[in-house]
């Protein structure tokens, strides 16, 4: 892969609207010379699918504030799966502890709670990345 | 004597006349060691007298102590109607409403948007018959409730009507507050269905049909938390919040509604966050600023449709994960600040927040923490005890001039209309771009180290993630609410429902009828939240905003 920059689709899957964080989380990744789309509010599954296919992203990045990740988080990596995407799913939000492993089982690639630095933002991004594209 | 002392004297017998008609809870006035205390200190200005820097009464908290009103809501209506009984047992004097995502942008359990947001993050209301649960076994004409809803505000407001009427509560029995402040869904929280004009015209119908029917209701509650909460400072919550308050005024007067009439029944909710001077002197601002354009810009002369009555709730956006228990410390000196404020209500954040919905306990250590404050401090005896330091006075001064200067930019922005102004700074992306500056900033700072967040970048030792006992709503409650929309569904008259359904789009085309009576009759006949937002839809559109980063 060697110089490309690297594209990150954001989004809001779904009703929740808080998008402070992830608002925040654009800006980090810009900082660190990645290409961020974000593609706002109310998104959905197929949307966001849609998105990662057109800009051919190398992650996708969700932000959850409203206790739907558990519900949400696996519907979104089945649908990534189910697209033949072969891109890592982060999602950042308000994610208990106990609830990263199961995350992670069902094909999340990382969580990044609160209070997370610029730094493991950007790392957690472009760890998840470079795993993929090792795999 | 000179004119200027003359007045002083003036204004401090003005003010002893007022206070002697006030009547007084029952207590001693003193410090914990006896030491009998003033209900007010200072020479000039004194609380209850216009601009109301000092408080909007003038015995305050010595009357009445500010209303501790804990936001509740989570699972089934059933769930949330036993914490609102336990709440009111424990002390707690009003009851606020949190429903889940579903029911604030105005979709059914059933909806494909609602997957996986059933009752998670507040209770789950549908029909009216969610409403009947929610309320059951508890006196409307008795308690003030406090119902926190937006973009669908009009439907819920009808149920609440029509549960009350079901046990013989009349409309103007009804105490309590819709939050109902649309404005600020564009600029922060994002929660609309409408664009921002037909949603005006929905508030403007609730505030003539309230004004009119619902003397004790206040049917919009002005809010900066989310504001704040999305990332302002101190000063654009201060300024977006009473901007928006201008523009319902603006919207309101055009209706040909009475300035005196309903500025009577306008709100405010603001952020209390730990910055402690700077959220004093933003709330002795707050009332100073509103009391100067009610009588001023908008013709007020009723002094009670000048005042600035606010609830206040401590900052969510500042609770961390890391160390949660912490957070009773935060929440404490927030909930002091509220009160040196001079709030008229006060919710209480749970430690627990940054994390989940707040358990139980911690819902009770939060309205404890506030209890100390009001009983235990002895702030509650002298009213603005701040008032006339130099420091606390300036900061009152500072925040007010930097509103002025964003009141400034928005009525240049709306050819001398803030509502306006308001209107083409949520098209430009002013507001949110404001906003979203100000948080990067403010990360920025907490990430360089330059400014230290306890347990987060400073400090850090002594978390136990393993410790933590976390509230969790299984997908049983999901289970339970689809359920009982279907059987509700079934069991309900369907030509009824479709009659009123178009009754409501027939009357949302037309501007010059009020809403509120034909989502009143719908809801009695278990239509749905999100039929009744469909049957405005199809004439007021929806919004989408621009994804600005």
């Known amino acids: ?135 | 004597m000179g004119t200027e002392e003359n007045q002083e004297l003036n204004a401090r017998k003005a003010w002893e006349l007022e206070y002697q008609k006030a009547s007084l809870r029952d207590s001693n006035f003193e410090t914990m060691s006896g030491v009998p205390v003033e209900p007010v200190y200072g020479d000039d200005l004194f609380p209850g007298q216009y601009p109301y820097t000092r408080g909007i009464y003038p015995s305050m908290y010595r009357s009445r102590l500010w209303t501790m009103r804990m936001f509740a809501g989570f699972g089934t209506a059933e769930d949330t109607n036993l914490r609102f009984k336990e709440l009111l047992r424990n002390g707690g004097t009003g009851l606020s409403t949190a429903f889940d995502m579903p029911t604030l942008m105005g979709r059914d359990s059933d909806s494909e948007w609602s997957l996986g947001e059933v009752g998670r993050a507040g209770v789950a209301v549908d029909t009216l018959a969610d409403m009947e649960d929610l309320f059951a076994d508890i006196d409307l004409s008795q308690v003030s409730t406090s119902m926190t809803i937006n973009g669908p505000a009009a439907t819920l407001l009808a149920m609440y009507v029509a549960v009350a009427e079901q046990t013989g509560v009349e409309p103007h029995q009804l105490a309590g507050t819709i939050q109902n402040d649309i404005l600020k869904e564009y600029q922060a929280q994002k929660e609309y269905i409408y664009p921002p004009r037909p949603s005006m015209r929905i508030v403007t119908d609730m505030v003539k049909y309230t004004t009119a029917e619902m003397p004790k209701w206040h049917p919009i509650s002005i809010s900066g938390y989310h504001i704040r909460e999305a990332g302002s400072t101190a000063a654009q919550e201060l300024a977006f919040t009473l901007a928006n308050g201008f523009s319902y005024v603006e919207a309101a007067i055009a209706a040909g509604q009475n300035v005196n009439e309903f500025g009577k029944r306008l709100s405010f909710f603001f952020n209390s966050h730990s910055d402690f001077f700077e959220e004093i002197g933003k709330f002795r601002a707050a009332r100073r600023i509103w009391a100067r354009w009610m009588k001023e810009r908008y013709g007020a002369t009723d002094e009670k449709a000048m005042l600035c009555r606010f609830h206040t709730q401590t900052a969510g956006v500042s609770l961390t994960a890391q160390q949660p228990e912490i957070n009773i410390a935060r929440v404490g000196i927030q909930a002091l600040a509220a009160a040196l404020g001079g709030t008229q209500s006060l919710h209480t954040d749970s430690f627990d927040e940054a994390l989940a919905l707040p358990t139980e306990d911690a819902a009770r250590i939060a309205l404890r923490t506030q209890q100390i404050v009001a009983h235990e401090t002895g702030v509650v005896n002298v009213a603005d005890p701040l008032g006339g330091s130099p420091y606390v006075e300036w900061m009152t001064d500072e925040m007010e001039r930097q509103a002025e200067a964003i009141f400034a930019h928005l009525d240049d922005l709306g050819n001398g209309s803030i509502l306006e102004g308001t209107f083409n700074g949520i098209e430009n992306g002013y507001f949110v771009g404001e906003i979203a500056d100000a948080a990067y900033r403010f990360e920025r700072e907490v990430n360089s180290g330059r400014r230290i967040i306890v347990g987060v970048n400073e400090f850090t030792d002594g978390d136990n993630p393993e410790d933590r006992n976390l509230l969790r709503i299984g997908a049983e409650t999901e289970e339970y609410q689809l359920k009982r929309l279907n059987d509700v569904k079934t069991k309900r008259n369907q030509e009824h429902v479709n009659s009123a359904l178009s009754e409501i789009t027939a009357v949302a085309s037309d501007p010059t009828r009020n809403l509120m009576p034909a989502i009143i009759a719908a809801v009695k006949t278990y239509a749905t939240e999100e039929e009744i937002a469909n049957a405005m839809e199809v004439v007021f559109g929806t919004y989408v905003e621009k994804a600005i980063v």
């Not at chain 1, 989004?11 to 654009?26: F, T």
């Not at chain 1, 990662?52 to 988080?73: F, K, P, Q, R």
Request: net charge negative; glycine share 12%; aromatic share 0%.
């Open chain 1, 1 to 135: 892969m060697g110089d490309h920059q690297q594209r990150v689709i954001l989004a809001k899957l779904g009703l929740d609207g808080h998008d402070r964080g992830i608002k925040v989380v654009a800006r980090i990744l810009r900082d660190a010379g990645m290409e961020v789309i974000y593609l706002g509010l109310r998104q959905t599954t197929a949307s966001i699918v849609a998105a990662a296919e057109e800009e051919d992203a190398d992650a996708i990045g969700l932000s959850m504030h409203n206790a739907g990740h558990l519900t949400l988080g696996p519907k979104m990596a089945e649908a990534i799966t189910a697209a033949g995407l072969d891109i890592p799913l982060i999602i950042g939000g308000i994610v208990p502890d106990e609830d990263v492993e199961e995350l992670m089982n069902t094909g999340i690639a990382a969580v990044l709670g609160p209070g997370a630095s610029a730094e493991e933002v950007v790392a957690t991004v472009q760890d998840a990345i470079s795993a993929r594209d090792k795999a």
